[in-house]
């Protein structure tokens, strides 16, 4: 009897596939998306109160960097750290494929949904402000599918680093530390998601915050992969 290998493409996608049907049929996806509807209704109330569109849109965007941060970790820590928890890690690494295929793997299958989240959220906002251009909308949805990769890398990194605790040990990371360092307005800024993703929505930053995320992405990526092949 022979042992039938996937290669890391197959291993990626198959675990990408499993994790989506996996957080579509569990609790935390609906979670995301009430906390992703938050907004809309401080839009409400801006529309009725013919708040300023530069204002509305700012504090929209401030909502969404937050809520960025919490999203990313209840999708990817959780569904991460759930696999190589020591209840389930054993099974896991029996099995016939790449390991750092189950970190890419997740990736995959849940940044796009943390992504859309935000999105469908930014846009709804976006449609009841009802006074903003296309372009405002078009850069928004830029920088925070964007900055969505960049929090589910690191929210992957921790998973993998602090399973037991990861998801407020993420949620901590992106929410208090990384908005914390992104809100100074100096240099290191550039070392926190929330900035990238802040910027290219503002249409600021020229080159250094798309680098900036894609450096932060790369780093957390490499870490988390790294640790994954070290778990006993």
């Known amino acids: 009897m022979t042992t039938s290998y996937l290669s890391g493409l197959e291993a990626t996608t198959a675990i990408a596939r499993?994790?989506?049907r996996r957080v579509l049929r569990g609790k935390a996806i609906w979670f995301a998306v009430a906390l992703g509807l938050l907004p809309t209704l401080l839009a409400i109330a801006q529309r009725v109160n013919d708040a300023?569109?530069?204002?509305?849109?700012?504090?929209?965007?401030?909502?969404?960097?937050?809520?960025?941060?919490?999203?990313?970790?209840?999708l990817v820590a959780a569904s991460l750290s759930d696999e190589i928890d020591d209840r389930t890690s054993a099974y896991l690494w029996s099995r016939a494929l790449p390991r750092w295929s189950v970190v890419t793997g997740k990736l995959l299958g849940l940044a796009p949904i943390a992504a859309a989240v935000v999105a469908v959220g930014l846009t709804a906002t976006w449609l009841i402000q009802g006074q903003g251009s296309v372009g405002l909308l078009a850069r928004g949805l830029a920088g925070?599918?964007?900055?969505?990769?960049?929090?589910?890398?690191?929210?992957?990194m921790v998973a993998t680093l602090f399973p037991r605790f990861a998801v407020p040990i993420a949620v901590s990371w992106l929410l208090l530390l990384d908005g914390a360092i992104g809100a100074i307005d100096a240099g290191v800024h550039v070392i926190a998601v929330s900035f990238g993703a802040r910027a290219i929505a503002d249409g600021d930053g020229g080159l250094a915050a798309p680098l900036s995320l894609v450096t932060l992405t790369a780093?957390?990526?490499?870490?988390?992969?790294?640790?994954?092949?070290r778990i006993e």
Do not use: E, K, M
Not at 52 to 74: C, E, R
Not at 144 to 156: D, H, K, Q, R
Not at 219 to 229: E, G, P, S
């Open 18 to 20: 499993l994790s989506v």
């Open 219 to 229: 780093i957390a990526l490499a870490v988390a992969i790294w640790r994954v092949d």
């Open 144 to 156: 925070f599918t964007a900055g969505a990769l960049g929090a589910c890398a690191i929210s992957a």
């Open 52 to 74: 300023d569109l530069t204002q509305a849109w700012n504090a929209s965007l401030t909502s969404y960097t937050a809520i960025l941060a919490i999203v990313a970790p209840i």
